[in-house]
């Protein structure tokens, strides 16, 4: 500095995607600037919570998957869900309770939430190939795919697809099914949900993981809407995570 003479630099800087660039104003010393206050905002204040977390791991010891437990907001809309759902004894025969989501359907508020809680969990789960199970899978699984980017790929009965079929076969109580798709549908490599209205026995589940996993398919997940857990169905899909709503009674 010399003598006889101040000067104030006045120094700015922005910053770019390429770097920074600064630029000095010099002014002269007669210049009187205000005082500058200054109040910086606490970012990261002590009142915030984190939603809790849950581990589930499976039984082949693979690493635990981690899924955030239900808000109460959550739980409301279950309870909506829950009670949209008609149930009808003895039907399609005597000693059945029959999980009827037609009344589901009619609400639109409940039938909205139900996807939404589907979209919530799968959207940031990288999953390209949503696979419907037939027939109430189609309901379900189209909305989801279309929210979270995916392919709906439906998986039919015998002899429902007009195109060339790979087919899996899985036992019911008496006799034997199939389940199909198009050949071409999926690619290795790829990331799927397969979704369904309920699961019982867990007999179509099984077979439809069978069906992806065989043509190189990582299945995620399946989720359905309701299970009837006495059935046990969940423990025939062995390591898979089943995702499910409402636990209903039924046989």
Not at 153 to 163: A, E, H, I, N, S
Not at 210 to 217: D, M, T
């Amino acid at each position: 500095m010399q003598s006889g003479s101040s000067r104030l630099l006045l120094c700015s800087s922005s910053n770019s995607l390429f770097g920074s660039a600064v630029t000095t104003t010099t002014f002269p010393s007669c210049l009187r600037f205000p005082p500058l206050s200054v109040k910086i905002a606490n970012s990261t204040p002590s009142s915030i919570r984190l939603p809790p977390i849950r581990s589930t791991a499976s039984s082949s010891g693979n690493s635990p998957q981690f899924s955030e437990m239900a808000s109460k907001d959550q739980d409301q809309r279950i309870a909506k869900i829950s009670s949209a759902i008609r149930v009808i004894p003895d039907f399609p025969k005597p000693g059945i309770m029959f999980q009827d989501i037609t009344t589901l359907l009619l609400d639109t508020k409940a039938f909205k939430d139900t996807i939404d809680l589907f979209v919530e969990r799968y959207r940031d789960q990288n999953i390209s190939v949503v696979a419907g199970i037939e027939a109430r899978g189609f309901i379900f699984g189209p909305p989801i795919a279309l929210a979270i980017g995916a392919k709906f790929v439906p998986m039919r009965k015998p002899k429902k697809l007009p195109g060339e079929v790979i087919s899996e076969e899985y036992s019911l109580e008496y006799g034997t099914d199939k389940i199909e798709m198009h050949v071409g549908a999926v690619q290795a490599g790829e990331r799927a949900l397969i979704i369904d209205d309920l699961i019982a026995t867990g007999g179509t589940l099984c077979a439809a993981i069978k069906l992806l996993e065989r043509v190189g398919v990582n299945v995620v997940e399946c989720a359905c809407v309701i299970e009837l857990p006495e059935l046990k169905g969940r423990e025939r899909l062995g390591d898979k995570s089943l995702f499910i709503l409402v636990e209903a009674e039924g046989a």
